[in-house]
């Protein structure tokens, strides 16, 4: 590979990294893709690090990690980065997806998307990473949400997304 290739390639690994820092750096909540909904709980634990970065676990076998998400909540919108490193799209229907929070207390909430239908997108390519703007309830604070999630294809597809620790 000649050295204007290598630089390029470099170019992409930093500008990749930073990305993905800058999602951890903002981001109160990270998720995957859950394989076994009644352990979602359990399936993976993630930590905010010292420089601000997220360091995750997860049990083999009850989470895709080639399937994540970052969630964001600024006033009364949730953003939720959706990033498909997987072989296989994510498909996508403004009409049936959902998207719900559980607060503290248990209380469960279906979240209406903000995003536009037109700029809903169909699919999430592999390697591709898509936003989603869902609208909070004004009655949920932020430091009351317990979790996130993502419903596609009536239950057989799921992200769910936990609150990073600190």
């Known amino acids: 590979m000649d050295k204007r290739k290598w630089i390029m390639l470099l170019v992409g690994i930093i500008f990749l990294t930073v990305c993905i820092v ?3 750096k903002q981001s109160q909540f990270f998720g995957m893709q859950i394989l076994n909904i009644n352990k979602a709980k359990i399936a993976f634990t993630a930590t905010r690090n010292a420089d601000g970065g997220v360091s995750y ?7 895709n990690d080639s399937i994540h ?3 964001t909540v600024d006033g009364n ?4 980065t959706i990033i498909n490193e997987s072989k296989m799209p994510i498909k996508m229907n403004y009409l049936i997806d959902e998207y719900g929070l559980v607060t503290k207390d248990g209380s469960i909430y279906e979240l209406e998307i903000k995003t536009s239908i037109t700029d809903y997108p169909e699919r999430i390519n592999p390697k591709e990473k898509k936003w989603i703007n869902i609208i909070k309830p004004d009655i949920v604070d932020l430091n009351d949400i317990d979790f996130l ?3 596609y294809e009536f239950d057989k597809f799921v ?8």
């Open 77 to 80: 919108i949730i953003t939720f």
């Open 69 to 71: 998400a970052w969630g």
């Open 159 to 166: 992200i769910f997304l936990k609150r990073i620790e600190e």
């Open 149 to 151: 999630a993502i419903d």
């Open 57 to 63: 676990t997860y049990t083999e076998g009850l989470v």
């Open 22 to 24: 800058g999602f951890a």
